[in-house]
């Protein structure tokens, strides 16, 4: 990994990957959406509630940034470990999602006292994408 350039990555493939993410989160999470609410607790007078705040856009900005973060740093990854076919970017993503995301948000869950159930809603989703993710920066150079 001695050759990490910002300036090689593909910042086509990086904003393909952006949208595909918000895309499936936005798929992800309606599909779910019922279930989700119910696991943290909102109901839809609490989503309608939020409409014209800060809490309705905030978290799809944060969402959006969150996304060009990790997609960069998952294709400093893939340039940096030589990744560069398909099955090598989905080894890649998998690795990510349950290396970082499962194990981080496994920790809180449990000293949260959150349910397997929102575990498994809230860290699905980063699975399929990182996988997909990880596929698009390795074939898309």
Do not use: H
């Amino acid at each position: 990994m001695d050759s990490l350039d910002l300036g090689s990555l593909n910042y086509w493939a990086i904003l393909v990957a952006v949208v595909f993410n918000q895309a499936l989160g936005a798929a992800w999470y309606s599909a779910l959406a019922k279930p989700w609410m119910a696991e943290v607790g909102l109901s839809v007078e609490d989503m309608e509630a939020m409409k014209g705040t800060p809490r309705q856009w905030y978290p799809y900005v944060l969402a959006v940034v969150s996304a060009i973060v990790f997609t960069v740093v998952l294709g400093l990854f893939a340039q940096g470990l030589g990744v560069d076919s398909a099955v090598e970017g989905l080894g890649l993503g998998l690795l990510a999602a349950v290396g970082f995301i499962f194990t981080s948000n496994a920790i809180n869950y449990a000293f949260e006292g959150r349910s397997l159930k929102l575990f498994a809603i809230n860290c699905g989703y980063p699975l399929i994408s990182y996988s997909v993710i990880g596929v698009l920066l390795s074939v898309w150079t």
